[in-house]
């Protein structure tokens, strides 16, 4: 199980996450939504133990990440919202450094990785990850995250570039990692997804939790069929059409 409590971050004037708390468990998705700039990556960063948190904590399995960061390392998997990839290296060079890193054995390092290449329809061969096009990147990460069978999985947007069949294969596995038991926390701005995989979301809006539940429960307790509409309400989000046509105006305005 992965707990964050009163988590909070705060960079100058602006407190970026603003005592979060939550429990993720294992053989669950849980959701973590909000608008841009409401703290999921911010959040993500001291889950994943890359951040440190101004205040608060995170434990696994009732033990603060911060006593054994390493031990904690091991056991997470982790797709990042920004590519961090070495371009020099190719796919295959990639994925066989991140599995070293991992402790996987070189014997069972050397039947994965080819396999995962395939199945992700990559290319195995001297092609770098500079010559990669967008979708294959993240499609680079999403196998580093996942190459180690890891307990629990951090993903930011995982679906980001990734073709439509891509995208229902990623869905697919995430599924099925957590009917295997695995803890997973799940940010994206993708609504039909998370209303498709996820047990429960969470809402921040400007760093702070504004609800957490079954979306069957929050669409019910919002009188709204659809989680988008949910989500809109909650975060107070302005209308759209509203919004573009100022946009607009202000475009088309002048000489
Ligand atoms: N290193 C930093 N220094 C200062 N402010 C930061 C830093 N990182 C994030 N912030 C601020 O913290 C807030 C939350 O940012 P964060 O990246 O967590 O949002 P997000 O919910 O992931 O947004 P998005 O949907 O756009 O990915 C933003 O106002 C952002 O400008
Ligand atoms: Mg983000």
Redesign the pocket.
Known sequence: MLEVRNLTKV??A?T??DGVSFVARPGEILGYL???????????GMVTGLLKPTSGEVLFEGKDIQEDLRAYKLRLGYVP?EPALYPYLTGREYLELVARLRHISEGRLGEKIPRLLELLSLPDSFATIAAYSKGMKQKVLVAAAILHNPDVLIL??PFSGLDVESAMVLREVITDLARDGKTILF?S?LLEVVEKVCARVLI?SK?RVVAEDTVERLCELQKQPKLERVFSELTAQTDPVTTANKILTVVKSGG
Do not use: F, Q, R, W
């Not at 700039?37 to 993500?44: D, N, R």
């Open positions: 960079y100058g602006l970026a996450v909000g608008p841009n700039g409401s703290g999921k990556t911010t959040t993500v919202e930011d947007e940010s701005h921040l760093g």
